[in-house]
């Protein structure tokens, strides 16, 4: 190989001077004259601010070159090769200059002694050696900082087992304790010495409460065995006892004093709800006190109602018949939502097992029976009622809905109806489970009325929110002997329409010797028609409409239509019986059909007949308590029909005897402008006068 070829392979170095040189020469490589390159001996020589100025000024040359290779580049120029290679050359020098002056600046950390250890490199170790000195100082005092808050938050959380002690106050500490626990002289000015004293006493004192319990321990270990003695005695004295109560059964039917029969009653009484509960206990109290005739009784499932309180026993074979029942169910079908809700309404609707039941008994042996029930979910009380009367009554066909158990009790108070619940608290109820109103549901579960509620002691307030409501014995108790009076006289007035209704249907209207003075002696006009109608038809009748309007008729009330004629004359009496009678007098509207239609609206002697009977009814009441009312107003209703139509004047342009003769005595025919007639009969004289 030529020495050219061999020229051409020798790569060029930049020299540390920024001359280019031959080669590059290692760490022992000799120069052409002979001599070795030492780097330790070129780090001795160079100068470092000349060293600095150069690597300065090469940063900043190869800065420059490097912007010019990128403007090159950015251009997209193919003939800016040549440039881009002519300036990558001398970069590629620079680049191996810095190189060398980076590697000459740190070379010195590897020497020892001499100058060199104050070179930058060491004196950089050097100061971050004593950083991390006084970094890992600051971390031991910081250590040592937090292990001492850490022991201060302890000392001062720390509880003492006699913070949790209750002691007596300061002030009982120095009245009762002895001088020699308490030491006033030193504990009240050293809290430390106070503290350790109350302890001591605190201590004594539980010493001799300790000595006191075991004393009641004693005590109370005598006293079981009593209790145990006497137990044993009164277990062996209860079949004693009862077989003295099964001995003097005989005895007790004969003295009308049935104990045993109350025992067994309020043995099962211990079963009702405390609605029912109360009710028995305030009727039994009133019926023993007040009305002999007057019989309590509870009916029902005693072992039912016992069910309803135990909880439920887990049973050990559910296990063993899961399967079945896995596989039962899997074959039936599941319920659809109608049967689902039936079943929920079922059990919103559901009575008490146990019903207590009341018997009242009238003078003529004739028992209003009512059963009360307890609606459990619902939280009301529901009544049924029926009659039994001594003798079998002449059945009327008028007399259908008197004795009626869904409108026998009707109105017993003001507006109690009895068709809707009195508990505001149902209605969501019934929302959940689509009931619309519990007057669907009366004729089976009986009627909820106001005055049932009171004699359970419930009482549902409606301007104030609904809490649990509770039965009140109070409450039961002032309200029993005022609705057992309204109830017998509510029985006795009903049978006695029912006679009256029998002898009306046949043409007689029934007139007691007592009120025989009320009439004249003669009463020409006579009853032919006697019909029970329906509210319906009641209010279409158009001489009706007054009395609907004033609030007098409503759908609760019983409405007949009376005929009473005379000759061509028939007076029609639409006639509403108010629940409430004879308390509240029935109200008759008119209407006589003669020589036309005739009524209130258009002749004032009919609404003259109409006071006669709804107005001055105070007259026609008779012998208390005035059951006989309405057969007075159709007797006097045939009475002033006489009046009216023997005062007519006489028709001159027809022939023949006057239709209706005058037999009624009277001072004046007519008076005033309204020309009304004579209608009041004045006893004993005979004669009719004007109001």
């Known amino acids: 190989m030529s020495s050219e070829s061999s020229k051409k392979r020798k790569p060029k170095v930049i020299r540390t001077d920024g001359a280019p040189q031959e080669g590059k020469r290692g760490k022992g490589d000799a120069d052409q004259d002979g001599r070795y390159y030492s780097e330790e001996g070129e780090v001795d020589v160079r ?50 200059l810095m190189s060398k002056l980076h590697l000459l600046s740190f070379r010195v950390c590897l020497l ?29 005092l910081l250590y040592e900082v937090m292990h001492l808050q850490k022991e201060i938050t302890k000392c001062l959380e720390f509880k003492s087992k006699h913070e949790e002690i209750e002691l007596v106050s ?102 009702l709800p405390p609605p029912l509960y109360v009710l028995f206990v305030q009727a039994s109290a009133y019926g023993q ?34 399967d079945a029942e896995e596989e039962q169910t899997t074959k039936r079908r599941r319920p659809t939502l109608g049967v689902q809700l039936d079943d929920k309404r079922k059990e919103m609707l559901k009575r ?51 004795l009626s158990p869904d409108s026998l009790l009707n109105c017993l108070y003001p507006g109690d ?30 009627h909820p009325y106001v005055w049932v509620q009171k004699l359970g002691g419930l009482h549902f307030p409606k301007d104030q929110p609904q809490h649990t409501v509770t039965a009140n014995n109070s409450l039961s108790a002032s309200h029993m002997e005022l609705t ?53 038809d009641y209010a279409e009748l158009p001489y009706t409409k007054d009395v609907i309007e004033a609030g007098l008729a409503e759908d609760t009330h019983l409405y007949y239509m009376a005929l009473i004629e005379r000759g061509t004359a028939k007076l029609q009496a639409a006639v509403v019986v108010n629940p409430g009678y004879s308390t ?56 002033v029909l006489d009046v009216y139509l023997e005062t007519e004047p006489h028709d001159t342009s027809v022939e023949g005897p006057k239709e209706f003769p005058q037999e009624k005595m009277c001072l004046r025919l007519v008076r005033g402008p309204m020309r009304l007639k004579p209608f009041k009969f004045n006893y004993p004289q005979g004669f009719f006068s004007h109001r």
């Open 47 to 96: 100068d470092p601010i000349k060293d600095y100025e150069l690597y300065r000024d090469t940063c900043q040359e190869l800065q420059r070159l490097m912007a010019e290779i990128q403007e090159l580049k950015s251009r997209g120029i193919k003939d800016n090769a040549a440039e881009i290679d002519e300036r990558r050359i001398p970069s590629s020098g620079h680049f191996l």
């Open 112 to 140: 020892e002694g001499g100058d060199r250890a104050s070179s930058p490199a060491v004196l950089l170790l050097q100061a971050k050696q004593k950083v991390d000195a006084y970094h890992l100082q600051l971390q031991n």
């Open 170 to 271: 300061l002030e009982e500490f120095y009245r009762e304790a002895p001088p020699e626990i308490s030491r006033p002289a030193i504990t009240l000015s050293e809290p430390h010495q106070q503290t350790l004293a109350r302890l001591d006493w605190e201590l004594e004192q539980r010493k001799r409460l300790a000595e006191k319990y075991k004393e009641c321990l004693t005590s109370k270990e005598k006293i079981l065995k009593e209790i145990e003695v006497k137990k044993e005695y009164l277990s062996s004295l209860q079949p004693r006892l009862n077989s003295i109560m099964q001995a003097s059964l005989p005895v007790q039917e004969y003295l009308f004093m049935p104990f045993d029969q109350a025992h067994k009653q309020y043995e099962t009484a211990r079963h």
């Open 289 to 322: 006190a007040c009305d002999k005739k007057l019989v309590v009784a509870i009916e029902g499932s005693v072992e039912e109602a016992k069910a309803l309180y135990k909880p439920p026993e887990d049973s050990q074979d559910d296990e063993s018949d899961s």
């Open 352 to 402: 008490h097992p146990l019903s207590v039941t009341i018997d009242l008994k009238c003078k003529d042996d004739n028992v209003l029976h009512l059963t009360f029930y307890y609606l459990m979910n619902l939280n009301v009380m529901t009544v049924k009622a029926k009659v039994t009367t001594a003798v079998e009554m002449t059945t009327a066909i008028s007399a259908g809905d008197l």
């Open 417 to 446: 109806h009895g068709r809707r619940t009195p508990n505001p608290a149902n209605q969501f109820q019934f929302d959940k489970v689509g009931i619309q109103t519990l007057s669907d549901y009366v004729t089976e579960l009986g």
């Open 484 to 536: 057992v009076k309204l109830l017998r006289s509510r029985l006795q007035s009903r049978l006695a329409l029912h006679k009256q209704f029998a002898s009306l249907e046949h043409g007689v209207v029934p007139v007691s010797s007592e009120c025989q003075h009320l009439f004249p002696a003669k009463v020409v006009s006579r009853l032919v028609k006697w019909a029970a109608i329906p509210y319906e």
């Open 584 to 639: 509240l007098p029935p109200v008759f509207s008119l209407c006589l059909n003669w020589k036309g239609e005739r009524n209130s609206s258009n002749d004032d002697n009919i609404r003259a007949m109409e006071s006669e009977v709804n107005v001055n009814y105070k007259e026609l009441w008779g012998p208390k308590p005035g059951y006989q009312l309405l057969t007075n107003q159709l007797q006097r209703l045939c009475m």
